[in-house]
């Protein structure tokens, strides 16, 4: 296994997105060798939606980042298969959803989020999808075609906790209590 994290890479000029287009380029040429045939690979993309859909240049000069759809298109005919992770479904784009076999779909409350996933799946009817905002933290739904109805399912919590917590908003701004100050009388 081999983790590669970009998340020290500067965000100025799209390097995070430009280093990950590059990857993906790489080892779907790669796999177009056949080098991949006789030993799978999974690629798991996290938070998806930051390099999916992405073209840099302008107008004139475009320059589509889009290894990933070229991937999600390909790849499995060559052992190269595709696993994306993202809190936003509705950022990833429609040619890549539809290549999708399987989707493990957690709490939305979206709409738009959930009309993708129904749109993406086709197994899933509304009054399914219609309990997605219900889901729990730690549950998720299994959606695909090896799956004969949407499979409810609980995943363990993580040994090393995401630091996910965001600000203390009612700490930092409660009103603090006004101290008067001393009375001068004459």
């Not at 994290?5 to 000029?13: F, K, N, T, W």
């Not at 006789?38 to 000069?61: M, S, T, W």
């Not at 060559?78 to 479904?89: F, V």
Request: with cysteine; glycine share 6%; aromatic share 6%.
């Amino acid at each position: 296994m081999l983790r590669i994290s970009l998340r020290y890479l500067p965000s100025s000029l799209n390097a995070p997105e430009l280093v990950a287009n590059a990857i993906g380029r790489f080892l779907l040429a790669t796999a177009k060798t056949g080098k991949f045939l006789k030993q799978p690979v999974i690629l798991f993309v996290d938070e998806a939606h930051q390099f999916l859909n992405k073209v840099l240049g302008d107008e004139n000069q475009p320059y589509p980042l889009d290894s990933f759809e070229l991937m999600a298109k390909e790849g499995r005919k060559h052992s190269l298969n595709l696993c994306l992770s993202t809190q936003r479904p509705r950022d990833i784009p429609e040619g890549i959803l539809s290549q999708m076999g399987t989707l493990i779909v957690h709490r939305l409350i979206n709409d738009r989020d959930r009309e993708v996933v129904e749109r993406a799946s086709g197994d899933i009817d509304r009054s399914a999808a219609a309990f997605l905002p219900t889901l729990v933290p730690g549950e998720a739904v299994v959606i695909g075609s090896d799956f004969a109805i949407p499979l409810v399912i609980s995943v363990s919590q993580p040994l090393a906790k995401p630091v996910s917590k965001g600000p203390d908003f009612q700490g930092s701004w409660q009103l603090k209590p006004k101290v008067n100050p001393p009375q001068v009388t004459d």
